[in-house]
């Protein structure tokens, strides 16, 4: 038989005891007693002595009793009567969601409730039913208030007060901030007169070394955020995540932008070309992991976005990027993979000295292994995917969710992404794996004679065995601004 651990909890107030006799003796031999009858064993006894329910925070037992729980040092509650443990429904509907998330039952003697029996879960059920109507009306209240507040044009404190505003303690109003302001006027005249990115005006700012409200360093998206946010021109808007609801009202602050630049601003944003940022292939970014900042020493990050050509086919661009430029830490600019290629093959072309004090050696059977192993593991997931996808298309045929046509067209792209993916895994597979000892000369010149043939998984490969890290600098051609040259100012190679 299992034995489960049952905490008794009592509960007298003064004013009971007096009127009504209802002492703590009472209530503690009547619960041992049942727990005899039921097999349990006595882990402790709780007791709040003249203390009255209403609420929990003010009762040392009841939540010595609470630590236990978590502690999983009592699995079963037992009371006299619901009302002993407490008289707040709200207490009530947390304490039975506490005895949930940690397994304990719950039992009153009084009210026949065992959590170990249909009817005494059927009463936990209900008492969730009702802790969800709860939750429902304080979301659906407070919802209310916020929309009323909006539209009496008061700015809601939930994401604290927009930068180039400020808000006095106890005050319902936001009023400008002289100084932010300066900001958001220039951020304003740098998206629309100088034609900046958004990560441009970022990176600006951060090198200007100017605080965010939090204290944080500027990014992409804070910019766009102020850029499309109609409180600059004296308005207040509520529920942008929803457009169902959402609204813009005068606000009863002071407009630092005028909406003629406003609305200048959100022409601009709403031509601009919309680009999707996906995640590729490790290989098809094959310098990334190796190249470094050659300016501040800080890796170089992916970058990369799909296009098209004139005759609408889908292309990859690939490209690096210092990851401490929206910091504000440097100022190296995007560098096309291209470019990098071409870079390398000249570093290397014009490689004469060498000072090379030991052999190389390279195990490839340690160091290309692991990366085949997990591009393998990569592109394998990607086709079970597909395979998924194959699957859900024939469910909308069968269900005449889709006809013969669009089946026949979606099943031709999977069949086209499969093939593609088990070359790949084919390509891994049949990669010859040996081990190998090469001085500095023999890497330089394998790769001088060899690298046009190397696929882009090997290439990856030769990258991460023989090549510690590769410092790459952008700088603006004197003679053709504002074109950039693109230089490799060091390669470090791996040495045991």
């Not at 969730?128 to 919802?143: C, H, K, P």
């Not at 999707?276 to 992991?289: A, I």
């Not at 790769?447 to 882009?456: G, M, R």
Request: charged share 30%; aromatic share 10%.
């Amino acid at each position: 038989m299992i034995i489960i651990k049952t905490g008794i909890y009592v509960r007298v107030s003064t004013e009971e005891q007096a009127k009504e006799g209802f002492s703590i003796r009472a209530q503690q031999e009547k619960l041992k007693d049942y727990i005899k009858i039921k097999g349990w064993e006595l882990y402790d006894v709780y007791t709040d002595e003249g203390i009255s329910g209403k609420n929990i925070t003010e009762r040392p037992a009841i939540n010595r009793l609470i630590a236990d729980i978590m502690k999983k040092k009592v699995e079963n509650v037992l009371v006299f009567k619901i009302d002993r443990l407490t008289r707040s429904t709200k207490d009530l509907i947390e304490l039975t969601e506490l005895f949930n998330e940690n397994n304990c039952t719950f039992n009153s003697l009084m009210e026949s409730i065992d959590t170990q029996t249909a009817s005494g879960r059927m009463f936990l059920k209900i008492i969730g039913i009702f802790a969800e109507f709860e939750r429902e009306n304080l979301i659906e209240r407070i919802s209310v208030a916020m929309e009323k507040k909006v539209r009496e044009g008061y700015t809601l404190p939930t994401f604290g007060v927009p930068y180039g505003y400020s808000r006095e303690i106890k005050n319902r109003e936001i009023t400008i901030d002289e100084e932010q302001s300066k900001i958001i006027k220039e951020i304003f005249s740098m998206y629309l007169n100088k034609h900046m990115t958004f990560n441009a005006i970022a990176s600006t700012l951060n090198l200007r070394k100017i605080e965010t409200n939090n204290n944080a360093t500027w990014g992409g998206s804070t910019i766009r955020y102020i850029l499309t946010n109609p409180i600059y021109i004296g308005k207040v808007r509520y529920s942008i995540h929803d457009e169902s609801k959402y609204f813009e009202t005068e606000g009863k602050h002071e407009a630092i932008i005028s909406e003629e630049i406003f609305t200048a601003v959100q022409n601009k944003l709403s031509k601009m070309e919309t680009r999707v940022y996906k995640k590729r292939p490790k290989e098809e970014n094959y310098y990334c992991g190796t190249l470094m900042c050659g300016i501040c020493g800080a890796k170089m990050s992916t970058h990369g976005i799909y296009n098209k050509d004139k005759d609408g086919n889908q292309l990859y661009y690939s490209s690096y990027r210092c990851t401490n430029v929206i910091k504000g830490k440097c100022q190296t600019g995007v560098i096309s993979h291209n470019k990098v290629e071409t870079a390398f093959k000249e570093y290397i072309e014009h490689i004469k000295d060498f000072e090379v004090e030991n052999e190389i050696e390279v195990n490839k059977n340690q160091n290309a292994e692991p990366d085949n192993l997990l591009l393998k593991s990569e592109y394998e997931t990607s086709l079970s995917k597909l395979l998924q996808k194959e699957q859900n298309i024939m469910t909308l045929y069968i269900n005449d969710k889709i006809d013969y046509d669009e089946y026949n067209k979606m099943l031709s792209l999977i069949k086209i992404a499969k093939a593609e993916y088990e070359a790949k895994i084919a390509e891994i597979e049949n990669t010859e794996i040996i081990d190998v000892k090469l001085q500095k000369e023999d890497i330089v010149t394998n790769f001088k004679e060899n690298w046009d043939l190397l696929t882009q998984i090997e290439r990856l490969q030769f990258l991460k065995t023989y090549i510690k890290a590769i410092y790459i600098t952008s700088e603006p051609d004197n003679e053709q601004p504002p074109k950039k040259l693109v230089k490799v100012k060091k390669v470090e190679f791996h040495q045991n």
